[in-house]
Structures are given as C-alpha cells and as structure tokens.
C-alpha cells in the first residue's frame, strides 16, 4: 500500500507564498518522478512541475520563475515552493509519484488526497 500525503496548502494573497510538501510511504520499491499538478473548478487537471530521480525538471510555462520544485530522495518526499501568487493559481494541488512498489513491479502512477491553495485578497 502507498501513500501520497500532503500538506502546506491555505489562503494567501496575491504576491505572496506558500510552501506545499509531499511525503511517499508504504511500499516503495523506487520512485521514478514525483510532482504536482492542479485542477482549478471546472477546469482540468494540469501539470505544475515534475522532477525525475536523476534531477531533470519540468514547469508549466504559467508557474516558471515562480514556483520551484525540489526533492528529497531520502524522504520520499517533494516540495513545490510557490512565490508571487497570482489568483489564476488557486486550485487543489494534488501530488503525483511515478514508482515501483515491489521488484518486480511496474511503474505506475499514485496520487494524494490534494490540498487547496486559494489565493485572493
């Protein structure tokens, strides 16, 4: 059993900043790519950032230069520090960890339970 869980989500205003982190546990075999992305009401789910095992990183063109996506492979766990939010950034931001639980597993895709962000004056 795997779980993605999340914290660091709340109410801010515009120009300000929010730290969201992503804790892996359960059976982890290895773990591929961890990331986030968001679903804002009635829109659908986008890619926020990823970062793979070997560091490479991945930003939506909306979020670069503001937000920051980093890892602790020790942990399990990623972190999205987001800075100079704008009120188009509010959305439930879910975790995301491409991994394998057991050795002779495939990769696949597990998610958390999303945290909201909402950012408004």
């Known amino acids: 059993q795997v779980q993605l869980v999340e914290s660091g989500g709340g109410l801010v205003q515009p120009g300000g900043s929010l730290r969201l982190s992503c804790a892996a546990s359960?059976?982890?075999?290895?773990?591929?790519?961890m990331g986030w992305y968001r679903q804002a009401p009635g829109k659908q789910r986008e890619l926020v950032a990823t970062?793979?095992?070997?560091?490479?990183?991945n930003y939506a063109d909306s979020v670069k230069g503001r937000f920051t996506i980093s890892r602790d492979n020790a942990k399990n766990t990623v972190y999205l520090q987001m800075s100079s939010l704008k009120p188009e950034d509010t959305a439930v931001y879910y975790c995301?960890?491409?991994?394998?639980?057991?050795?002779?597993?495939?990769?696949?895709?597990?998610w958390g339970q999303g945290t909201q962000v909402t950012v408004s004056s």
């Open positions: 359960g059976s982890i075999f290895s773990i591929n790519a």
């Open positions: 995301n960890a491409v991994l394998r639980a057991f050795a002779g597993s495939g990769y696949r895709d597990y």
């Open positions: 970062i793979r095992s070997g560091g490479s990183i």
